[in-house]
Structures are given as structure tokens and as C-alpha cells.
């Protein structure tokens, strides 16, 4: 199993990005899903969470957005009204089940730079 993620890149304060993340390989089942990040020099958070519905950190809410397509094992980020303070390398995550009697196990994708500066 693996975690792909994409999107992040350079935006000016104000501006908007959206990360994607998809799961691929034997995958008979994802529960949790979520993004992380992490600054230089602190650890690493959790930004946003989804299992039917979103969960978020207070210092995002009202301006990112997490959604889940379950037909293609991938979750979403939109960020909006972007800040400085969210520059970061953003990580997915995901508790995926690989076989029907198996338990779920995280996965973590391989990060993704988001720099917010003008």
C-alpha cells in the first residue's frame, strides 16, 4: 500500500491551494484519513481529519476544507485564505485495512511542501 500526495507548492498570503492524497494498492477498506504538518522546528499536527465528516484544528478552521472520495480511496485538502504561518510540509495519513479480517494499519504519505509568502 501506498500513499501518493500532490498539490502543495508556492502561493502568496490569501491565495488558495488543494493537496489530493491516493491510497493505492491492496486496499479492502479505509477508516480514518487525515492531514498533517509540520514547520520548521515543531512538531509535526494534525490539521485535518475525516471519517464521514471533517475534523480540524482550530488555527484552520473556517479556511481549509477536508474531503474524502471513497470510489477512489483519496482525500483532499482545500486550503483557503492561505497565511504565512501555514507554510509547512503537509503529510496524509490513512488507516487502511488491506484484507476483510485484518486490522488497520497507518500509512503515511511521502509529504508535500506548501510555502506561504509574498
Known amino acids: 500500500v501506498q500513499l501518493q500526495a500532490s498539490g502543495g507548492g508556492v502561493v502568496q498570503p490569501g491565495g488558495s491551494l488543494r493537496l489530493s492524497c491516493s491510497a493505492s494498492g491492496s486496499i479492502f477498506s479505509i477508516n480514518f484519513m487525515g492531514w498533517y504538518r509540520q514547520a520548521p522546528g515543531k512538531q509535526r499536527e494534525l490539521v485535518a481529519s475525516?471519517?464521514?465528516?471533517?475534523s480540524y484544528a482550530d488555527s484552520v478552521k473556517g479556511r481549509f476544507t477536508i474531503s474524502r472520495d471513497n470510489a477512489k480511496n483519496t482525500v483532499y485538502l482545500q486550503m483557503n485564505s492561505l497565511e504565512p504561518e501555514d507554510t509547512a510540509v503537509y503529510y496524509c495519513n490513512a488507516d487502511i485495512q488491506i484484507r476483510r479480517w485484518g486490522g488497520f494499519v497507518s500509512y503515511w504519505g511521502q509529504g508535500t511542501q506548501v510555502t506561504v509568502s509574498s
Open positions: 475525516i471519517l464521514s465528516s471533517g
